[in-house]
């Protein structure tokens, strides 16, 4: 069955680390982004790619990195740069753009939930 | 800029209750509207959606109205199971954009009791 796995699905980080979070699909989807979850709040864009070796930033981008150099892999990188990082990490994808009407449907991974001790 | 507003929750529910959870929005253009649905430990899933005014999505029992009169999008379900116990966020995104202008709500904690 085609999806998005995301991995771990649990991990702790010591102060100063930096962490990868893995994200993979096999949908074929062009489109590529993470997502920050907070409890009580909406979910916040981090960053976004709509093509290999392309990416851009989101809303909150500060102390995050990213990469894409395979259509089917989208890692995010949790720097020591972030001040507070712990959250519960969403990827997602999505097989167009631009589609003309404009309804962009996402397919998201079940998440990755980050702990800083 | 543009953003969604969703109601507070958590709401509280007995089974076979009736469930409104309110959405409105404020965006430039004509979005499209949408409804995801979270169960507990796992990612967003889509529940439905609707492309333009008047239309009305729907989905394993559950419907919204796009109003545009209202900037409304409010989910609507008869009567709800147990199992509907999730967080529900309602998102708009522009005919013109990606997932960069995909935004949404804070999310409405469901809790449906038996």
């Known amino acids: 069955d085609g999806g998005i796995t995301q991995s771990p699905k649990y991990l702790f980080r010591k102060e100063g680390q930096n962490v990868t979070l893995s994200c993979e699909q096999n949908?074929?989807?062009?489109?590529m982004y993470w997502y920050r979850q907070d409890p009580g709040q909406g979910l916040r864009l981090i960053y976004y790619?709509?093509?290999?070796?392309?990416?851009q930033k989101g809303d909150i981008a500060e102390g995050y990195s990213v990469s894409r150099e395979k259509k089917e892999s989208f890692p995010l990188t949790v720097t020591s740069a972030q001040k507070n990082p712990t959250a519960f990490y969403l990827c997602?994808?999505?097989?167009?753009?631009?589609?003309?009407?404009?309804?962009?449907?996402?397919?998201f991974g079940a998440g990755s939930r980050l702990t800083v001790l | 800029g543009d953003s969604v507003t969703q109601m507070e929750g958590p709401v509280t529910l007995s089974e076979e209750a009736f469930l409104t959870i309110n959405c409105t929005y404020t965006?430039?253009?004509?979005?499209?509207l949408f409804w995801y649905v979270q169960y507990p430990g796992e990612g967003l899933q889509l529940l439905l959606k609707?492309?333009?005014?008047?239309d009305k999505g729907s989905n394993k029992g559950f419907e919204a109205t796009y109003r545009k009169e209202t900037t409304s999008f409010h989910l609507e379900k008869g009567s709800v199971q147990v199992s509907d116990s999730a967080v529900y966020f309602c998102?708009?995104?522009?005919?013109?954009?990606?997932?960069?202008?995909?935004?949404f709500g804070s999310g409405t904690q469901l809790t449906v009791l038996p």
């Open positions: 790619s709509q093509i290999v070796n392309d990416f």
């Open positions: 949908l074929n989807h062009d489109a």
């Open positions: 965006a430039t253009g004509y979005p499209s």
């Open positions: 609707a492309t333009k005014a008047d």
């Open positions: 997602a994808s999505s097989s167009s753009t631009g589609l003309p009407s404009g309804a962009n449907v996402l397919t």
């Open positions: 998102a708009l995104n522009l005919l013109s954009g990606s997932a960069r202008q995909l935004t």
